[in-house]
């Protein structure tokens, strides 16, 4: 059929020679770009314009091969919208014209055609085309190279863009075509091609994740081919075995243990290749090790050789871009290519945050991080035993103070950063004089090892904040913290981000403890405010929203503030509100409208007026970005809704005058309704902070904020969007008890949403737990008639989430709830009455006198009912410090 296909379309001449034309000036460098594409896109209208590209990549043998690739990507690029609409005798007829191409004698032409099967391929899968299967094992077991090369080049693009397609059994066989290429390409290991070796190794490697029954039982083969091409003369063999090693401990360490040693020892030994990108795959295999479930001691005896490889290269490679970074001037503008995208993350509430973990100052991942990455971890697994092969290298290094060895000094700088977690019980003893050693580095005269200085120090600042105590400590603090300031003033760049980013660990770990030094500390950021470039701009306003959180109230006075705030403002009235640059400085806000409180009312009108017009911009630019003159971006909606949740958090009541003569109500509604899920969790966060300061304000659409809340634990993709069910289970609880009966109507829908997320507790985060059991309670403490006919189903799975939950005023919430149900319903608590008293004794002290009786009462009652010896049975069953904790209330 494909050929008869083939014979019946032919191309048109003029057709031909038209198009022809346009890819010659396509590819010429000085034509109008624009133009060319227009008159392409108006071909692809006809239905065969794709023919016409597949005749020309295939069978143009006049015209320049450029013009015969150019065909080609344009024909990829064709099919991957229109394939699989394109009439079947089309489909076919590419089909057809591609495979004697991977024969072609120009190799372009080969490379050109394997990328186009392995597109139609991802799209369609091979089981459809038996012909390529055919053609692919017929050229491979040709012994003609050209035939050989342009079979495997395609076979390992499909294997590197859907290595799955080739795992699926042929209909009425239970044979995968991967049972058939496996072995020939484990024994093209053997090829004394280098590009067949090569590819053949990368294609199988593909398969380590998915792991086909063929490879499985291929196993031993292909550890042998491993080994014997551990040693192949081309680098980018070897660095594929270093992936392949790296693939398997991570995937399948089992394969490996046998040969473990033999595997470390060649590690080790291509650590140091004369390549580095060689060496750079096979430094990822420490790292991966340390994870890999496998005993620590392979690796101990190796390890005396291991550091010392590591160290040498952490130093800067002489063509590391970072030397030329650093010497860029900090007054030069940056450009928008240096500027990083910025992620925010939405507002959560409850007990799990996950913390960014940004301790790398520089992204481009090279051997240099990947060594240093790596002594962190080992230093993790091993700990203060490394230290005696570590430190000698570390000191004789440090030690040198010629103008030539200073990338030497800072590698070691940056090894005692990396192993400043790990070994820090050996350093501990030590960490004065190694403190006291890199306080005169922050003044070095290379810009590079005044940032990794910073960094270093910032690793310890945990422990230099604890030695405030002591007199010594207290002046290594305030050296530590100067050095820091004189740093974030430094004319170069990268060290003005390094500086900046070690300062705000620093305040995270000080907290109030900078509260007498918050003069000079705002004086230095604002001067590094008005002194940064865009891109180390935003670091600052990082730095500043640390610090607010740091010291909180203590910020709200009027000489902190005199010097805070004018500089910020001026910058809020200069962003537009299309600007990017907005949203640092709206997470800044933030920060300062929280630690400022009622403090922050001052500047409150401007702000809040400001996020809702960007929100109501965002929400018209969604639908229509030209009368909005915005493109929609989600980062303004979310950015917008959390500082009007840190406002609400700072004024408390005092925002209501702002909330009630504004639309906030239903653009935040809008918001809840949003599908973007990033928008809602931060819109349900906003919900629940108003619902505890301005309920009155939501009353007039409360039916369709709880609609919307419910909806959001009722969802099968809970577990996709686990941050937004959290934050509206949370609101839905800061209403119930705001608004009490009004919240009845959709009681029993939220029960009936919580009752299966606390069954299944395993299988969610430990927030939601919390919030679900927090707010049960909320709403049996409001509607316990509605509630407590139900409670037998749910009340041993939500005893045991509420024993879980720290002492605090949500926890006396729920308690209520619990003590107004077994009130409502005794009985309904008597099966997990072992679970109750557990929940009970997980308190260390109830505060509220009233709650604490009710306990008592609670658990007098069940003592009364229970007779015959079953109460004192059911104590029998509790663990002696339960027990204990329960004689406070009487029992």
Known sequence: MAAAAAAAWQPQEAGFKEICGLLEQQISPSSDKSQIWQQLQHYSQFPDFNNYLAFILARAEGKPVEVRQAAGLLLKNNLKTAFKSMPVTNQEYIKAELLPCLGSADRQIRSTSGTIISAIVELGGVLGWPELLHTLVKCLDSTDLTHMEGAMDALSKICEDAPQVLDVESPGSSERPVDIFIPRLLQLFQSPHVSLRKLALGSVNQFILLMPPVLFMSMDTYLQGLFVLANDPSSEVRKLVCSAFVQLIEVRPSFLEPHLRNVIEYMLQVNNDPDEEVSLEACEFWSVFCEA???????RPFLPRLIPVLLSNMAYADDDESLLDAEEDGSLPDRDQDLKPHFHSSRFHGSDDAEDDDDDIVNIWNLRKCSAAALDMISNVFGDEILPTLMPFVQSKLNVSDVASWKEREAAVL????VAEGCINGLYPHLSDIVAFLIPLLDDKFPLIRSISCWTLSRFSKYIVQGIGHQKGHEQFEKVLTGFLRRILDDNKRVQEAA????????????????PRLEIILQHLMCAFGKYQRRNLRIVYDAIGTLADAVGGELNQPKYLEILMPPLIAKWQQLSNSDKDLFPLLECFT???QALGSGFAQFAQPVFQRCLDIIQSQQLAKVDPVAAGVQFDKEFVVCSLDLLSGLTEGLGSGIESLVSQSNLRDLLLQCCLDDGSDIRQSAFALLGDLARVC?????????????????????????ETISVANNACWAIGELAIKVNQEISPVVMTVISCLVPILQHAEGFNKSLIENSAITLGRLASVCPELVSPHMEHFMQSWCIALSMIRDDIEKEDAFRGLCAMVKANPSGALSSLVFLCRAIASWHEIRSEELHNEVSQVLLGYKQMLKNGAWEQCMSALEPPVKERLSKYNV
């Open 293 to 299: 479930p496998l005993p620590p001691d392979n690796l």
């Open 415 to 418: 090894a005692l950063g990396a």
């Open 500 to 515: 900046c980013s070690a300062f705000a660990i620093l305040e995270e770990e000080a907290a109030d403890l900078l509260s």
């Open 591 to 593: 920060s300062i409208a």
């Open 695 to 719: 309920p009155i304000h939501l009353r007039p659409r409360l039916p369709e904020f709880l609609d919307v809340a419910a909806k959001q634990l009722n969802t099968p993709k809970l577990k």
